[in-house]
């Protein structure tokens, strides 16, 4: 796929299970991955859209309810969902959940699934994602708010809103985020914190280091990331206006 960019994907299942027991089946089914998860479209048992929710862990997947189990052998699942890959070969883990009744109360109990090719429509049966391209820019703009604010306190225009991607990171990096004037003096630097790989967006109110608002004009900003690989910039202008 292409690093960044919400993609649609279809992970398919053929579930298996022990004809000697009656307690087996499946309720839940947990989609752990780093990727960042847009939402779940649709999920089909046999060719047929079945009703679910979905439980969505920020940097962890997600956990699909299906509310009605899965106890046909044989059975074949596909779930439709929504991501962007910040890390070149992502892993997909999955496993099947169900609760069992027990002495006292309910057991959680789950079988991790193995990778196949159950799909003949597919290319390959694995649980992992490449990115189309190998290399890659280590930060990258994913996308900006309005390229002229006016932060006046009206609720209109108020935020200049920036979207970036991190990739490739193997630990977390300090991110920063400045703002210069055409001179070139830094009015602001904001430390984000230490990032993974992923998706992120800052805010800038259109004020310096002091809280003050700056006067109108074109202003430059540049996130930095401080990586093992070096140190990586992007920047670009923003415009206040009152």
Known sequence: VDPGVQTEFTLSLEMQFDSGRRD?????LQVQTPAVV???????????ETVFSA????????????????VQ???????????ALFRD??????????LRPEEGGLETVYQT??????????????LVVRFRTPSQKLVQALGKGQAVITPNG????????????LFMLIQPAPVTLSIFDLQGRQLRRDDAGADL????????????AQGQLVPPGIYFYRIEVNADTGHHSWQGTVEVAY
């Open 113 to 126: 699934v193995r990778e196949g090719d159950v799909d003949p429509f597919s290319v390959g049966g694995q």
């Open 89 to 98: 070969g992502t892993p997909f883990l999955v496993r099947a959940v169900d």
């Open 24 to 28: 087996t089946g499946v309720r839940y």
């Open 73 to 83: 052998a044989g059975s074949f699942v596909q779930i439709v969902f929504r991501a």
């Open 197 to 208: 790989s992923g998706q992120y967006t800052r805010l800038w109110d259109g004020t310096d």
């Open 38 to 48: 847009g939402r779940v479209e649709r999920v089909l048992v046999d060719d047929q």
């Open 154 to 165: 009206d609720g209109i225009n108020d935020f200049f809103a920036l979207s970036y991607g």
């Open 55 to 70: 439980a969505y862990q920020l940097g962890d997947g997600f956990t699909l309810d299906l509310w009605q189990r899965v």
